[in-house]
């Protein structure tokens, strides 16, 4: 191809960047326009299109990649400590070590496929859960959870006689990063991020990934070694989840063992399905749903239902006050597992599936229809 | 529906602008400092201000969450002026006037922290940035304090930390933004030494089961520290991860541990179930080394004690208040709250409403919500009247200073509330400790962190 992208993805690039960067504006009738969720909103974007990477791409389950985001968070947190308070230098300490953690994970893990690796990974992570909550609690500080502190050396900040007032907080080339400074901040990630998984699945190596899902015994008797792009494509996941981490670090300098536990893991591949396996925008939006669940379900509570179904008669309401409220508050569990329900069994192909069957109504009915050749799918 | 209503105002569109400006990096150039002398995170511009109550509502202290948030909606009518007035009217000396705060009408709003620090901290924040919180309060775990009193004072928002017994609360992780009613562990370990040296004699060997974080390592090192300066000898800690149901394979090596005191330094549900489990497993029946084996829970409340139910009976521990003190001020809150949820409060009740209140005078003496004054307010204020006797807050390490209560499971308890008896109480004078031993920085009241 001699273009460096094609319309379509061009084009596709710019919607998605345009969505992103606007949040804060179309969010805000939804309860959600606010620094921390958006920042969120982001981060596990990033750590969602990463897994995609790996699940989407060549098809291994990995039920372990939170153990990459909390060693991500670790490392910044540490970073912050030793070094300097400045974001960059934690970001890539970050995005390296889970980088080098998910390679020999990776290494050990890819021997097998299938269930196999799944639970290999899966019993990698709680190695690591466990570890980071007591084994290692110098290095961790257990389930309290790993702090920034006056007394921490800061050997960078120390060196070249930055100082600071009140709390140390995470900065980036002096500037705070609190707030909606720190939801751009993630937010140019977060495109970035999208930019390279795009280029990632356009390129002779994205279609090797793809062939390992496809029949990966069939592309070694073609004489292809799969294993090295599968572990490529592990240590690359790896590392999105380790800077997806770091930035949940930059943004709020706490790194807790709970953000590597299994439910954290299962939540990744949740957020892919909900949204879409293999596709580009899919886990993005399923990170968003099940974030916006997660914070403005589990939030409200009675008293803000009654007011909602105050418009109702009085025992009518009360009945659906008591009713909704198994769904929200600390129930929101519960909604989310029927969202899901109802994905998986209406919508295999998760919410972009069920955007493509929507187009396709458009489409049909549409004079047009005719301009939109539909896409050749490889014969088998 | 509360967060449907908040539109697009214009508020956030600037915000989003200002935002914008920053991240683009030209904020340099067009703030000045100065320019925001008395501008600062939520200042309240309405007629109405909002508390935001951080609570585990789900998890191993929940049922503490519960009775925090029952005490938060007390004190709030209170300083609104409805019900009976509560301890409004015995705290010495008070500036409130049952008005709101400065005139303005206290409101709430509340979030689940699950007993887990990150979801703390999540909640404090949209409380915080969402919802307009002036002040964060709450919370049973010093884990979350911990947590979140770093966060509030990133964010220039004051915390009145709810139940947290951990030294490193008012220790080593103190912060000027965080301030604690609460008693700690240390303070227990003084309290209860003598107590446990006269019933149990001198020459013990005790066995640590240990909840493995912050609040449960500084405990074992108190009691440890506390009872081996009275003789006694510590066979083994042993860390038992936070919020474990089954504690059989923690109980099994004690019985051949040559141990004969068993110190459970956990908390919540967690207690509830280790103490159920060790008296299940025969341990108070027990004899070792001569002597009736025994079991002492450094931290217990009500709450606990009700959920353990026999096994309770004749077993000490520490308190930070008890409703059935015969004080004014108890008996106002303990009239007061029984009058509306049926139950008398626990101590997590207790510390969360004293919590609110002393903040709501700290605002009226110091005539302003900016948060520098009202620490200024809070630091070294002395009163008395909320049950606890008179009481400093302390300003080297915002650690609140008074008597301390040893209690002990009650043998024949005549209703289901009656299940702890105060078996003395420790005068402030004897659990007074130099703050300078857990090191730590406060760190600075100015400038105003601006959150977003």
Redesign the interface.
Known sequence: MPKFMSRNDLLLFAGFSLVVLTM??WL????A?????LQ?FMIFGIFAVGFNILFGLTGYLSFGHAAFFGVGSYAAVWSFKLLTLDAIPAMIFAVVISGLFALVIGFLCLRRSGIYFSILTLAFAQMSYNLA??VL?PITN????L?????DPRVIDAAVGQGF???P?PNILG??L????G???CAGFLILAFFIAQRIAGSPFGMMLKAIKSNQTRMQFTGFNTRPYALSAFVISGMYAGLAGALLAVT?P?A?A??MQWTASGEVVLMTILGGVGTLVGPVIGAWIIKYFE??L????DN?LA??WSFLPEGVADVLVKVTSKFV??GWHLTLGLAFVIVVIFLPGGIMEGVRRVAGLFRRSGSSGAKTAPQTQPAE | MTILKRGLSRRRVLQTGMAGIIGSGVAPLVFTKGAWAQEFCNNPTGDTVVFGLNLPLTGTYAEEGADEQRAYELAIAHLNGEGDGGLLNVLQPSALKGNGILGKKVTYVSSDSQTKSDVARAGATRMIERDGAIMITGGSSSGEAIAVQGLCQEMGVIFMAGLTHSNDTTGKDKRRYGFRHFFNAYQSGIGLAPVLGDSYGKDRRAYHLTADYTWGWTQEESIKNATEALGWETVAAVRTPLGATDYSQYLTPILNSGADVLILNHYGLDMVNSLTQAVQFGMRDRQANGKDFQIVTPLISELMAKGAGESVKGIFGTSNWHWNLQDPGSIAFTKSFGAKYGSPPSQAAHTAYVQALLYADAVERAGTFYPPEVIKALEGFEFDGMGNGPTVYRADDHQCIKSVLVVQGNESPTSEFDVLNVFQEIDRDTVTYDPTIFGGELGEAEPVPMCA
């Open positions: 804060p504006i805000a009738p939804f309860g326009g606010y620094p921390d969720l969120r909550y007591s609690t257990g389930e309290t959870g702090q920034l502190t006056l007394s007032v009140g709390q907080v500037q705070q609190s707030g909606y400074a939801f751009y901040f709020d706490l807790g709970e953000r914070n403005i589990s939030a409200l509570n803000i007011r909602f508050g600390d």
